[in-house]
């Protein structure tokens, strides 16, 4: 059974910093890309950033350019997200995926998906 186990939310303050973790288990992802994703109140999921397999290919969208990063560890199975200068419109639910199907970074189509981590910024 895969499982993917995100980690590392909490309730910060603007300008402050978290470093969110995914692990995964039950198949490796190192051939594939992973991504995160995250959904606010009252709002779509969006997809955040996503890394190609062999984690020298980033893309990431909307706001978060310059803020956020993205890395993964394959020895490890896990997927990151550096989130930086974290702002009261970062707040939301953030989730990881795995198992990317089309060939752009920039799909939301997963196979796998974790059950989401909360990140509150209070300004």
């Known amino acids: 059974q895969v499982q993917l186990v995100e980690s590392g939310g909490g309730l910060v303050q603007a300008g402050d910093s978290l470093r969110l973790s995914c692990a995964a288990s039950?198949?490796?992802?190192?051939?594939?890309?992973m991504a995160w994703f995250r959904q606010a109140p009252g709002k779509e999921r969006e997809l955040v950033a996503a890394?190609?397999?062999?984690?020298?290919?980033?893309v990431d969208t909307g706001s978060v350019k310059g803020r956020f990063s993205i890395s993964r560890d394959n020895a490890k199975n896990a997927v990151y997200l550096q989130m930086n200068s974290l702002k009261s419109e970062d707040t939301a639910v953030y989730y990881c995926?795995?198992?990317?199907?089309?060939?752009?970074?920039?799909?939301?189509?997963?196979?796998?998906w974790g059950q989401g981590t909360q990140v509150t910024v209070s300004s």
């Open positions: 995926a795995a198992g990317k199907k089309g060939s752009s970074l920039y799909s939301t189509a997963y196979a796998f």
């Open positions: 039950g198949r490796t992802f190192s051939g594939d890309a």
């Open positions: 890394i190609d397999w062999t984690g020298t290919l980033t």
